[in-house]
C-alpha cells in the first residue's frame, strides 16, 4: 500500500467517526432544543456519514481481486451502496418535510441560543473534516470534501437564523430553514441517484464520445469497418470497452499484430479498465449477426 492511499484512508476513517458522532449528538440536540432545522441537517450528515462509511469500506474492499463469481472485481458494490445512502435520505426527508409544514401551520418555539451552541460545533466538526480531506490526492477524498462542505454552508446557514432569533423570536423560521435545506438535500439524492441508475442500466458513459473513438479506430490501417461497439460504466469512473473489427487489406499475421498494438495505444487514451476486441478476417462473417 502507498503512503498516499493509506494517509487518504486514513483521512475518511478520521471524518467517518467525527461525522457520525456529531450526527448522534445532532439528533438528540435537535429533540433537546425543538429544532426542526436540526434534524433535517443531522438528516444529511447521516447520509454524509453513509458515504464515507460505506467509502472507507468499499477502498478495503476495492482491494479483492476479482472471482468466478465477480469477474470484474468489486468496483460496482459501490453503486449498491450509492443506491441503498439515496434511498435513506428519500425516506427521511419525505419525514422532515412533512414535520417542517405541521410546524408552520400549528408553530413551536425552538432554543435559539441551543441552536446556536449546536451550529458553531457543527461549522467546526464539518469544518475540520473537509479540511483534513481537501489535500487528499484520491477521488473519494475530494468528492467527500465537497459533501463536508456543503454541510459547513447548512450549519452557517442554522448558525445565522438562531441569531435573527435571539433577536425576533418567531416559531416560523426554523420549519422554514428544514424545508429548504431538505429540499436542497432532495435535489442532490435525485440527481445522484439519476446518475446512478444510469450505471446500472449500462448506459453510455457522458464523457466518452462514441462517434469520436470510431472515427479514430476507422481511421487506423487495414480496418474496413466496426460493429458491435458497447461501452458501459463499472462504478463511475472506471469504463468497459467491447467492439468487432472488420479487417481488410490484410496479407500476413505481422499486419493483424501491428494492429491491436495500435489499438491498445489508442484504448490507453481514454477511461477504459477494462477492453476488449474482436477481430475478423475480410472473409470471415460476424458469429454475432
Known amino acids: 500500500m502507498s503512503h498516499h492511499h493509506h494517509h487518504g484512508q486514513n483521512n475518511i476513517k478520521t471524518a467517518f467517526f467525527l461525522n457520525l458522532g456529531f450526527t448522534i449528538l445532532e439528533f438528540f440536540g435537535g429533540i433537546y432544543v425543538n429544532s426542526i432545522a436540526i434534524i433535517s441537517d443531522a438528516l444529511h450528515d447521516l447520509g454524509d456519514s453513509l458515504s464515507l462509511g460505506l467509502a472507507w469500506y468499499l477502498d478495503n474492499k476495492s482491494k479483492k481481486s476479482a472471482t468466478n463469481t465477480f469477474t470484474f472485481g468489486y468496483k460496482r458494490f459501490s453503486l449498491l451502496g450509492a443506491l441503498i445512502n439515496s434511498l435513506v435520505l428519500i425516506i427521511g426527508s419525505i419525514f422532515i418535510i412533512r414535520e417542517g409544514f405541521l410546524r408552520l401551520f400549528e408553530p413551536e418555539f425552538s432554543d435559539a441560543k441551543g441552536m446556536m451552541i449546536f451550529a458553531i460545533i457543527g461549522v467546526l466538526v464539518n469544518g475540520y473534516a473537509a479540511f483534513k480531506l481537501s489535500h487528499g490526492k484520491t477521488l473519494n477524498e475530494k468528492v467527500i470534501s465537497w459533501h463536508l462542505i456543503e454541510d459547513v ?15 425576533w423570536k418567531t416559531p416560523y423560521l426554523d420549519p422554514a430553514l428544514s424545508i429548504m435545506i431538505t429540499l436542497y438535500i432532495l435535489w442532490n439524492v435525485f440527481k445522484r441517484l439519476k446518475e446512478t441508475l444510469m450505471i446500472f442500466l449500462q448506459a453510455s458513459p457522458k464523457e466518452i464520445d462514441e462517434q469520436e473513438i470510431m472515427s479514430k479506430l476507422e481511421a487506423l490501417p487495414h480496418v474496413d469497418s466496426i460493429h458491435h461497439v458497447h461501452i458501459w460504466s463499472l462504478d463511475g469512473e472506471k469504463h468497459v470497452f467491447t467492439a468487432h473489427i472488420k479487417l481488410k487489406e490484410v496479407s500476413g499475421f505481422d499486419e493483424v499484430l501491428q494492429l491491436k498494438k495500435d489499438l491498445r495505444i489508442l484504448l490507453k487514451g481514454y477511461p477504459f479498465s477494462h477492453h476488449t476486441i474482436e477481430v475478423e478476417l475480410p472473409e470471415e462473417v460476424c458469429a454475432m449477426d
Open 153 to 167: 454552508l447548512g450549519w452557517a446557514a442554522v448558525l445565522a437564523a438562531s441569531i435573527i432569533m435571539m433577536f
